[in-house]
């Protein structure tokens, strides 16, 4: 049956101010930074036009309808019971973590992250003066897993306050499963460590896999973490800035509520997210299904036409890993072969902390012609090595 919805087209973001599109001037095909090439859903551009029209654009609140469009789709979507006093709305996840820090630690407190992982992370952490204890991922046999080991040592350090969790995993595409979710959420119990799960990409994940909500395990767990969700990467709304946190724990919530300043709600931010909550289920389904299309056109042209290249399966997510060490080249080899070579602008490995040297990230959320022009001036380059 043919999708109602169209994303081949190549909507031409040149010109408009974008991160991705507009920092370089040549004609290098950008596939770093993490939002997609496709238009959001229409429900979803209506109502921003709509509201465009009223002409006043003074403070916002949150709506009441912002409210029970969230709570709506986490119990739709992932089968999670939430209530509505546990929301709290920041410009983004990242300001969200910033904060939450702020809350929970002090100076020369330790802060756990698992390594290769999005790159503000590290950031984050080091600028709320605080320590970061890597828990690198294990990589064997193509996959990635956690070391529950390690999380144990670094999770009894003394002054351990806190851990980022990145669930569905960004950059290494894995979707934890409830087992490895049960282990990391009970050694974090059992150590007093409290839990941040980045849950942004949870939209985002492939038919055979399921994203779970760690605060959804348990009681124990949902009061012992915050979980970080938005809109923007599911429905390509990241210019909009708009993110939400869900804090059961109530103690944790006030203080969180009483740092950050009010009237930070974003009219268009709000507008977009409650019409995407609402009407844009369809329209991610048929987006999952392209996406999903796109990675199989990659593994099988990879494997196919250069197999010195492994694609790290991604479970969810449009970020794919991809294992580049067989090219044997040096973290600055391998990006001026990527820029100067195969004129692909991808994110290097080596930044997302160690585990990330040799390894490549490619944003493959892209109509499949721009993919396949890629994969082609990869190809070209690699042969002419
Ligand atoms: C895991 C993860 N967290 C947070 C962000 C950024 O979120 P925001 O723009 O809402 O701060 C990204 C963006 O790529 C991400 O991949």
């Avoid at 790159?119 to 828990?135: A, E, K, Q």
């Avoid at 294990?138 to 956690?146: A, F, G, L, P, V």
């Avoid at 119990?189 to 909500?213: A, T």
């Avoid at 389904?285 to 099988?300: I, K």
Wanted: hydrophobic fraction near 40%; proline fraction near 4%; aromatic fraction near 10%.
């Amino acid at each position: 049956m043919k999708s109602d919805f169209n994303f081949d087209r190549a909507v031409e973001r040149r010109g408009t101010n974008s991160v991705k599109w507009d920092m370089r001037d040549d004609d290098v095909i950008p596939m770093w930074v993490a939002d997609m090439d496709f238009e959001s859903p229409r429900e979803v551009r209506d109502a921003i036009v709509e509201r465009a029209r009223h002409g006043v654009y003074g403070y916002t609140i949150e709506s009441a309808g912002l409210l029970k469009a969230v709570g709506d789709w986490v119990g739709r979507r992932h089968n999670w019971t939430i209530e509505q006093e546990w929301i709290a709305f920041t410009p983004g996840v990242m300001p969200g973590i910033r904060g939450l820090l702020q809350v929970l630690t002090r100076p020369g407190d330790k802060v756990i992250l698992q390594s290769p992982v999005y790159p503000p992370f590290f950031s984050v952490i080091r600028d709320s003066g605080c320590h970061v204890l890597n828990n690198q991922l294990k990589y064997e046999h193509s996959r990635y897993t956690m070391d529950f080991v390690d999380l144990e040592e670094k999770a009894k350090e003394p002054r351990t306050k806190a851990l980022i969790l990145c669930s569905p995993h960004n950059p290494v595409g894995r979707v934890w499963t409830r087992d490895e979710l049960t282990m990391l959420g009970n050694i974090c119990l059992e150590h007093g460590v409290v839990m941040i799960s980045d849950e942004i990409h949870s939209d985002l994940v492939y038919k055979e896999y399921k994203h779970i909500p760690l605060a959804s395990i348990c009681d124990e767990f949902r009061e012992n973490s915050i979980t970080c969700m938005a809109p923007s990467k599911t429905f390509n709304l990241a210019g909009l800035k708009t993110a939400c946190l869900v804090i059961p724990d109530s103690e944790v919530r006030r203080e969180f509520r009483s740092l950050i300043l009010p009237k930070q709600a974003t009219i268009f931010g709000g507008i977009a997210a409650e019409a995407a909550y609402t009407w844009g289920g369809k329209w991610l389904d048929a987006l999952l299904d392209y996406l999903q299309g796109n990675r199989q056109f990659l593994t099988g042209y990879l494997k196919e036409n250069i197999p010195q290249i492994e694609g790290v399966e991604a479970e969810g997510t449009y970020l794919v890993w991809l294992d580049c060490r067989k090219l044997g080249m040096d973290n600055e080899g391998l990006e001026r072969f990527m820029l100067d070579k195969a004129r692909l602008w991808v994110n290097q490995g080596y930044s997302f902390g160690s585990g990330g040297d040799g390894f490549i990230r490619m944003n493959i959320g892209c109509p499949r012609s721009i993919l396949e022009k890629a994969l082609m001036r990869l190809h070209g380059a690699i042969y002419n090595l």
